[in-house]
């Protein structure tokens, strides 16, 4: 319910601001959209300049929640969607297409509302889309629609919690996370890792700060998760692209399929994943001093480096590559070998193999956290939702 009422939010918002925009803003002409190029960065060439402010672009096309939003939020939130296995890649590529063509319209309508691409930049309110309102309604007008951005930039936080709790509480539940068992725990009687969610809130905030400090600092976290997000894309995209390759009767049958599709798209979301990753490591101007420096490559480098000290002592990873489902009322999921794989669901059956080898997996006695705990390996179970 929450979710559909914040969908609405976001259509009618875009709604008002583009059609206010098209009514009221100055325009530009079509060859100055399009075909006017400026390099503000100091870069050599005009060709260089653009690979640079390629950055801005995928960070607004990797948060999806803001520019195409929710594309990939429903994968986050797997464990509680029902037929999970059709509904998640249908809803990933229904709000991608849509929210890109969305996402265009607006932005070729911003891009033709800017007077001057200068002014915008150094307005005194530091925001160019404050100017381009500006230019457009009078300061009443200017602070509704600034009011209507606000109200979608907390929707889309909204959004952007749920999957990333989701994500935190499932990476703790492996242990990969300092004090696992505490984030990773699910609240029994609300049904969601409510420690996961306060933790995630925290921390947001405490990096929204940062920018009241230092603008450089909070722009070298912000390009950073753009270096992580494009690192595990290719690891992703690079095993599932080696498995289909080479070991194509190891991968489960999919509810839903790209078909013959399904390998040039891996192919071109990998490429794009690696050229995203090698651009996103650089400064926005030059010269380079302290302040304009990328200091995402040494963050993420110390980043990298803690993580990998992290699976060495305590990671232990799920150990079956399968991720089944059954039918609309079935969710399959991966149980974990060793401390056990914790699961809130009950009634849950399952059947494992290991080598050539099955055998049936019975539940064992809940643990103290109400929570049904499971330590074969390479099992697989099936859930009634």
Same mark, same amino acid.
């Given at each position: 319910?929450?979710?559909?009422t914040?969908?609405?939010v976001?259509?009618?918002?875009w709604?008002?601001?583009?059609?206010t925009?098209?009514?009221?803003?100055?325009?530009q002409?079509?060859?100055?959209v399009?075909?006017?190029?400026?390099n503000e960065?100091?870069?050599?060439?005009?060709?260089?300049?653009l690979?640079v402010g390629?950055?801005?672009?995928?960070?607004?096309?990797t948060?999806?929640?803001r520019?195409l939003?929710g594309?990939d939020?429903?994968?986050?939130?797997?464990e509680?969607?029902?037929?999970?296995?059709?509904s998640?890649?249908?809803a990933?590529v229904?709000s991608?297409l849509?929210?890109?063509?969305?996402?265009?319209?607006?932005?070729?309508?911003?891009?033709?509302a800017?007077?001057?691409?200068t002014d915008a930049?150094n307005?005194p309110?530091?925001?160019p889309?404050?100017?381009v309102f500006?230019?457009?309604l009078?300061?009443?007008?200017?602070?509704?629609?600034?009011s209507?951005?606000? @109200?979608?930039?907390i929707? +889309?936080?909204i959004? &952007? %919690? *749920?999957?990333t $709790?989701r !994500?935190?509480?499932s990476?703790?539940?492996?242990?990969g996370?300092?004090f696992s068992?505490?984030?990773?725990h699910?609240?029994?009687?609300?049904?969601i890792?409510?420690?996961?969610v306060?933790?995630t809130?925290?921390?947001?905030?405490?990096?929204? @700060?940062?920018n009241?400090? +230092?603008?450089?600092a &909070? %722009? *070298?976290?912000i $390009?950073? !998760?753009?270096?992580?997000?494009?690192?595990?894309?290719?690891?992703?995209?690079?095993?599932?692209?080696?498995?289909?390759?080479?070991?194509?009767?190891?991968?489960p049958?999919a509810?839903w399929s790209?078909?013959?599709?399904?390998?040039?798209l891996n192919?071109?979301?990998?490429?794009?994943?690696v050229?995203?990753f090698?651009?996103?490591?650089?400064?926005?101007v030059?010269?380079?001093?302290?302040?304009?420096?990328?200091w995402?490559?040494?963050?993420?480098?110390?980043?990298?480096g803690?993580?990998?000290v992290?699976?060495?002592i305590?990671?232990?990873?799920?150990?079956?590559l399968n991720?089944?489902?059954d039918?609309?009322?079935?969710?399959?999921?991966?149980?974990?070998?060793?401390?056990?794989?914790?699961?809130t669901?009950?009634a849950?059956?399952?059947?494992?193999?290991?080598?050539?080898?099955?055998?049936?997996?019975t539940?064992?006695?809940?643990?103290?956290?109400?929570r049904?705990r499971f330590?074969?390996?390479?099992?697989?179970a099936?859930?009634?939702l």
């Amino acid at each position: 319910m929450v979710q559909n009422t914040l969908l609405g939010v976001r259509i009618i918002g875009w709604l008002v601001i583009v059609v206010t925009l098209w009514a009221l803003a100055p325009r530009q002409s079509a060859s100055v959209v399009f075909t006017q190029f400026t390099n503000e960065g100091g870069w050599s060439t005009m060709g260089l300049s653009l690979m640079v402010g390629q950055i801005s672009a995928i960070f607004g096309s990797t948060l999806r929640e803001r520019f195409l939003p929710g594309s990939d939020a429903t994968a986050h939130m797997a464990e509680e969607v029902d037929d999970a296995g059709r509904s998640v890649p249908i809803a990933i590529v229904w709000s991608y297409l849509l929210n890109a063509a969305m996402g265009f319209i607006l932005l070729t309508t911003y891009i033709f509302a800017i007077p001057s691409v200068t002014d915008a930049l150094n307005d005194p309110s530091a925001y160019p889309f404050i100017y381009v309102f500006r230019n457009a309604l009078p300061t009443s007008g200017v602070n509704g629609l600034t009011s209507i951005i606000l @109200l979608l930039v907390i929707a +889309s936080n909204i959004s &952007f %919690n *749920a999957a990333t $709790s989701r !994500q935190t509480s499932s990476f703790a539940r492996d242990n990969g996370l300092p004090f696992s068992t505490w984030i990773g725990h699910v609240n029994p009687g609300k049904e969601i890792p409510a420690n996961a969610v306060a933790l995630t809130c925290l921390i947001s905030a405490l990096l929204a @700060l940062i920018n009241l400090g +230092s603008s450089a600092a &909070f %722009n *070298a976290i912000i $390009s950073l !998760q753009v270096v992580a997000l494009m690192f595990t894309y290719c690891v992703s995209i690079s095993c599932v692209l080696y498995r289909r390759l080479r070991h194509p009767n190891n991968l489960p049958a999919a509810r839903w399929s790209l078909g013959r599709s399904g390998v040039p798209l891996n192919v071109a979301g990998l490429a794009y994943a690696v050229y995203a990753f090698f651009w996103c490591f650089w400064p926005n101007v030059t010269p380079v001093d302290a302040e304009s420096f990328n200091w995402a490559v040494v963050m993420f480098m110390g980043a990298l480096g803690l993580s990998l000290v992290q699976q060495k002592i305590k990671f232990s990873a799920p150990d079956t590559l399968n991720y089944y489902e059954d039918s609309s009322s079935l969710l399959w999921t991966d149980l974990q070998l060793g401390a056990g794989f914790n699961l809130t669901q009950t009634a849950i059956y399952g059947i494992g193999k290991a080598m050539n080898e099955s055998f049936l997996v019975t539940p064992a006695v809940n643990d103290t956290s109400g929570r049904t705990r499971f330590t074969k390996s390479y099992v697989l179970a099936r859930v009634e939702l």
